[in-house]
């Protein structure tokens, strides 16, 4: 996944309402209703009685300033029993099943994950950034069936996303500036691969963006829908003026995501 640093989050544990109100205006829907919808439920839960220890991991490039206290602001926000552990690692690991998590939150470099100790089933961050995305595109779009989505970049987001999108019965293409792992995509799943990434985008009206991006306004639809996980990306002030909606946050869509549907491998 790509590292998030101290200055991409340092909001987030603050913003109780910011990112709820603009999902509403893009969406119609808050983070938690679709991160129940990207899990397969149609009601309110009530995630009270839900345990979360978020776990601080040290191995490889060590903690991300300000990432447990933001996942765990999260978390709460969602309505579940959330705490930083005190300590890290393993240590931190042993406190959470002392304490009788039923959820553990931890992240290193290459995999942040959400694992039930009920089940002993976990959502890693791929999946759930791509529902979340995905989730909050087809909401903006007003559904995708049947619609042309482009997804930039064919990484480990991009390739779930591919599957999300196509199985809700859209159009799906796929472009990377690895021209390879697109084909390698259109190969397994039978969409369509994509080699010039700013034609792909100019002729694409709904967009999901798994890729480090530059967007330039003269090559954004007029009324585009983009939800965008990928970081960092830039947009001019002509892309923002013609988008209909541009659906990011750092970390909250996909950790939401993530949270809900691994607290539900033990509710249904």
């Not at 903690?63 to 709460?76: N, T």
């Not at 100790?117 to 007003?142: C, E, F, I, P």
Request: charged share 25%; aromatic share 6%; hydrophobic share 45%.
């Amino acid at each position: 996944m790509t590292r998030l640093t101290p200055d991409m989050i340092e909001g987030v544990p603050d913003d109780a309402i910011s990112l709820d109100s603009r999902l509403m205006k893009m969406c119609g829907k808050t983070v938690k209703q679709m991160s129940l919808e990207g899990a397969g439920v149609d009601h309110d839960v009530d995630f009270s009685k839900v345990k979360v220890a978020v776990i601080p991991i040290t191995s490889g490039m060590g903690v991300i300033g300000g990432f447990s206290k933001s996942v765990d602001a999260i978390i709460k926000r969602l309505g579940m029993d959330s705490y930083v552990t005190k300590d890290a690692d393993v240590l931190g690991f042993s406190e959470a099943i002392d304490d009788g998590a039923d959820i553990i939150m931890m992240s290193d470099d290459p995999l942040f994950m959400a694992y039930n100790t009920h089940t002993r089933q976990y959502t890693n961050n791929s999946w759930g950034t791509a529902m979340g995305y995905s989730v909050a595109l087809k909401n903006a779009a007003d559904g995708v069936d049947g619609k042309d989505v482009l997804v930039i970049g064919a990484g480990r987001v991009g390739t779930e996303a591919v599957q999300i999108l196509k199985g809700w019965g859209a159009n799906v293409a796929v472009t990377d500036i690895r021209f390879e792992r697109a084909l390698e995509l259109e190969k397994r799943f039978g969409v369509k691969a994509l080699q010039n990434v700013e034609e792909a985008l100019s002729v694409h009206k709904y967009v999901l963006n798994a890729a480090p991006a530059i967007f330039p306004g003269r090559l954004i639809m007029q009324d585009a829908v983009i939800s965008t996980p990928g970081v960092p990306h830039y947009f001019d002030e002509e892309a923002r003026r013609k988008a209909k909606a541009i659906i990011h946050d750092p970390l909250e869509i996909g950790t939401a995501m993530m949270a809900v549907n691994s607290a539900l491998f033990s509710m249904h």
